[in-house]
């Protein structure tokens, strides 16, 4: 199967040598709101290797990204990222306190090659919050303001390819562009997934986001990408009642108040077409305060994490396979209590020969550096688009890119 990022161009395919880039990234990282420090900067240790990959190469750089939304306690400038950047590049990364007016401007025009600079905060301009077309976002105020100074767009932001923002769709229609590094690398992985033939191919779903996981798990099995999907948390929860199975009037009652019984049908239709998805067979419980074990059909207290029946089941459904996405934690992991089967799960992943993949922060947490620069894992840097792909649904951020090609590049 020819894959559908194949077409997407990468930095190998664009002139960048005494060039003036505009580099989009995303190093929207947590922030202390008492001190405004940034919390963890793996994000822009990240994304410090494209900065210096094309400050070699001689570009003129102007770097972009958000961070925090606007009355959100992280929404802040980029100042301390820029200063972070500096760190890890080897190479001071100036910051000017605009976007796009006269101060960026004028800084963007006297950049000269192997220099570098960071724009502040995108989402201090209006524009970049509203979702539009590319064709519309191409002739916002911030791309016709900022085009004309460039000679080239890279997009190394996967975590937010699923936006149709300016910054991201906009620029590609009027500059000849290409993803980065990063982004490069989250497409690759994709393809590995959805077209390489890895297979067994191994899903673990847990954590909050119950519509987004519904979504992705009706696509896998309509797409035939799953061999076996194995549900933690609230999502196994919502299978366990479409397989008609007592889950204990507390876990009922907390389901229904959020809503989320109306996802139950879309299950049961999911279960009757032969869906592979995996229940557990235990489970650790809150109740009266206390924490205790108990068995699938027996459950009488408030479900926070999978018990070790489980884990032991499922690491024998991983063993297997040769490729394993995971998405969520197996409990409550704010509860030290309730974290045994998130860690034990992740830790029977790495064990095996699978090529895995890490999906959003809640699990990056417990991957260490050692562990992450490892060969058969992948810790991706945009769950949310991951699942969006696959999921089904185009990425605009990436979809652009091959538009941009067949513009500029002759494709």
């Not at 699942?387 to 649904?393: I, R």
């Not at 605009?396 to 941009?404: A, F």
Request: aromatic share 6%; glycine share 8%.
């Amino acid at each position: 199967m020819r894959s559908s990022f194949s077409s997407v161009p990468t930095l190998k395919h664009l002139e960048v040598s005494s060039r003036k880039v505009f580099l989009r990234v995303d190093v929207n990282v947590p922030i202390d709101p008492e001190t405004m420090n940034v919390i963890d900067d793996r994000r822009i240790r990240m994304h410090s290797s494209t900065v210096k990959q094309l400050i070699d190469a001689g570009a003129a750089l102007a770097i972009a990204s958000h961070q925090g939304r606007p009355g959100e306690a992280g929404f802040t400038t980029m100042e301390k990222h820029a200063e972070l950047l500096s760190k890890y590049v080897g190479v001071e990364v100036k910051f000017v306190d605009d976007v796009c007016g006269p101060a960026a401007r004028e800084a963007i025009k006297s950049l000269k090659p192997g220099e570098a600079l960071m724009l502040n905060n995108l989402r201090l301009f209006s524009e970049e919050v509203i979702e539009a077309t590319p064709e519309k976002q191409a002739s916002t105020y911030l791309v016709q303001r900022l085009a004309p100074l460039f000679e080239a767009y890279v997009n190394d932001a996967f975590a937010t390819a699923h936006r149709s923002q300016p910054s991201i769709v906009g620029f590609p229609l009027v500059l000849p562009s290409a993803a980065g590094p990063l982004m490069e690398r989250e497409l690759l992985n994709l393809d590995k997934l959805m077209t390489q033939g890895l297979s067994p191919r191994v899903f673990v779903f847990g954590g909050a986001r119950v519509y987004d996981l519904v979504k992705v798990v009706e696509n896998l099995v309509a797409k035939a990408l799953a061999d076996r999907i194995l549900t933690t948390g609230l999502l196994a929860n919502l299978v366990l009642l479409a397989k008609g199975v007592n889950i204990g009037l507390e876990n009922l009652k907390y389901l229904e108040e959020r809503g989320m019984l109306t996802l139950v049908p879309r299950i049961r239709h999911l279960l009757m077409r032969g869906a592979p998805i995996e229940t557990p067979i235990d489970f650790k419980v809150l109740s009266n305060g206390g924490v205790r074990e108990e068995a699938l059909g027996r459950t009488y207290g408030r479900i926070m994490d999978i018990g070790p029946s489980t884990i032991d089941m499922y690491r024998e459904f991983m063993r297997e396979s040769k490729a394993i996405v995971m998405k969520g934690p197996a409990g409550v992991i704010e509860d030290s209590r309730f974290r045994d089967g998130t860690v034990r799960l992740i830790n029977e992943a790495l064990s095996t020969k699978a090529h895995v993949i890490i999906a959003g922060g809640h699990l990056s947490q417990f991957i260490s550096e050692e562990k992450a620069a490892a060969g058969n894992i992948h810790v991706t840097t945009g769950a949310n688009a991951l699942l969006l792909a696959l999921s089904g649904e185009a990425l605009p951020g990436v979809e652009v890119l091959k538009l941009s090609a067949r513009m500029f590049l002759g494709w």
